[in-house]
T-cell receptor
Framework: TQLLKQSPQFLSIQEGENLTVYCNSS?????LQWYRQEPGEGPVLLVT?????EVKKLKRLTFQFGDARKDSSLHITAAQTGDTGLYLC??????????FGSGTKLNVKP | DAGVIQSPRHEVTEMGQEVTLRCKPI?????LFWYRQTMMRGLELLIY????????DSGMPEDRFSAKMPNASFSTLKIQPSEPRDSAVYFC????????????FGDGTRLSIL
């Protein structure tokens, strides 16, 4: 059973387009992290959100934590080919263990 | 600073053989995690250590899997005997002080069991 469901599973867009990926659960998380993983490498942390309703921006990336701390979204503005990768959300459950979502595989075409 | 170092990067072996994966965490990190990643199941936590002590091994699939952390700078994940369904990418990660800190991942070991 996967605690965190990510959607869409795959996304292929043209450079310059905007996109949003989602991370949803029926469970409440103490905090939530977003990672990006490139082929042949391990995931790299992008951001941690802790407070319900929190919004964080990282250049063209905007992260939001749901008010009830059960879901999160990642919005990318004007996607670039360098944004291509697997985006993973990870929720800290019960203050003691992280669970990873299944990921959204993003392909940005030139 | 060196990141998390895993070895080997690739391992191909026949079923029934013993496989040992190695990890050197970032110096000063108290937590070490072993994950397995497959297309079907995504990234799954197998076991994690705090100050070299195993805290939660509930993700270890079965008794064929074992993990040790003899000191703060080294950990191993062993599979004996290996089976084709163990084929996956295995990641080691480390973090500072508590479970909710950012995890720093190694580049993984791609394991193929024939």
């Amino acid at each position: 059973t996967q605690l965190l469901k990510q959607s869409p599973q795959f996304l292929s867009i043209q450079e310059g387009e905007n996109l949003t990926v989602y991370c949803n659960s029926s469970s409440v998380f103490s905090s939530l992290q977003w990672y990006r993983q490139e082929p042949g490498e391990g995931p790299v942390l992008l951001v941690t959100v802790v407070t319900g309703g929190e919004v964080k921006k990282l250049k063209r990336l905007t992260f939001q934590f749901g008010d009830a701390r059960k879901d999160s979204s990642l919005h990318i503005t004007a996607a670039q080919t360098g944004d291509t990768g697997l985006y993973l959300c990870a929720g800290l459950y019960n203050f003691n263990k992280f669970y990873f979502g299944s990921g959204t595989k993003l392909n940005v075409k030139p | 600073d060196a990141g998390v170092i895993q070895s080997p990067r690739h391992e191909v072996t026949e079923m029934g053989q013993e496989v040992t994966l190695r990890c050197k965490p970032i110096s000063g990190h108290d937590y070490l995690f072993w994950y397995r990643q497959t297309m079907m199941r995504g990234l799954e936590l197998l076991i994690y250590f705090n100050n070299n002590v195993p805290i939660d091994d509930s993700g270890m699939p079965e008794d064929r899997f074992s993990a040790k952390m003899p000191n703060a700078s080294f950990s191993t994940l062993k599979i004996q005997p290996s089976e084709p369904r163990d084929s996956a990418v295995y990641f080691c990660a480390s973090s500072l002080t508590s479970e909710d800190q950012p995890q720093h991942f190694g580049d993984g070991t791609r394991l193929s069991i024939l």
